[in-house]
């Protein structure tokens, strides 16, 4: 970490934040935890009549429930999460089809990747407000999550229909676990949240990625409040508020689609730049600035006029 705060990441693959003085002697990386054992820690946690879950490596797919569950129901339960992790694995398949595309290295995931999807809406905003640390957008509002402090994905059960949120917070997982960034780094959040976008479910489907036209992104933009690009490149604050959040996704969408489709070198040369920035490690805004521009040749106010005659074409 830099500054006065170290990072340690425990068995289970979460971030402890602790100040660099309390910390004493150090030693090797903790072995992390095997998928059964990951499922017994969570029985723990929440309770093993509360809790069913399925693995299949390197997914662990959980249903946190308000109450036990009634014999008659274990099978649809079952069913469901093994429906989930087919799921996953979908999601891998189409991330790694994208980044084998632009020719970018990945490794295996060091840890298990949960998901946790609460039956209870209340159960899902009182662990999402713990969770997040009231950092971001309220939790009465958000869909689901992944935390990089935790490396978990959270889920309401309601959006297990369409899958459209958690292919977006699988996305953030696969990022953060395969070697395209660290977590808890400066990625900007214009290019965590436009990667994520790409990859959502468009009428129930996954769709093939980034490469392609998102309609209802487009829809968004054509009346999305004007948004200056070079400030969202700079800074974070448009995705941190609940009024301004929806806007501030439509153009990292935006941003996203033109880099990668009309500039793919150069795309591919900053993700690796960016998966260089430690964990803990900041960036000021002239230097985020300075790193696209030297990455693109130009400045992102110059690529948003090139919007939207490329979207048209």
Known sequence: GEGRWQANEKADGEILIIPKGAVGKTGPDPEPLSGEEMQQQLQAEFGAELLRS???????????????????????????????????????????????????????????????????DDDFEKYASKTMGGEGLSARIVSGFYSGRTNRLYVRMSECLSYEVPLHEAIHQQVFNRGIFNRL?????????????????????????????????????????????????????????????????THAWCMHWLLVNEYPDQYAEYVKLLGTKPTLGRSSQEERNREFEQAFGKPIEAMQVEFPAAIRK
């Not at 933009?221 to 995705?239: H, I, L, P, T, Y």
């Not at 941190?240 to 959040?245: L, M, P, Q």
């Open 54 to 120: 399925h693995y299949e490596a390197p997914y662990l797919i959980c249903l946190v429930l308000t109450a036990p569950l009634a014999r008659q129901d274990e099978a649809r339960v079952r069913h469901a999460l093994r429906e989930a992790v087919d799921f996953m694995h979908d999601v891998e398949r189409g991330f790694n089809s994208f980044v084998d595309r632009l020719k970018l290295e990945t490794v295996e995931p060091r840890h298990t990747l949960v998901m946790l999807i609460f039956e209870s």
């Open 185 to 249: 780094s400066a990625v900007p959040t214009w290019f965590n949240e436009g990667i994520a976008t790409a990859f959502e479910a468009e009428r129930g489907r996954i769709s093939t990625g980034p490469f392609r036209v998102h309609s209802k992104y487009v829809w968004r933009a054509q009346s999305a409040g004007q948004f200056d690009w070079g400030e969202v490149v700079k800074n974070d604050r448009a995705f941190h508020g609940d009024i301004f959040a929806a806007t501030a996704y």
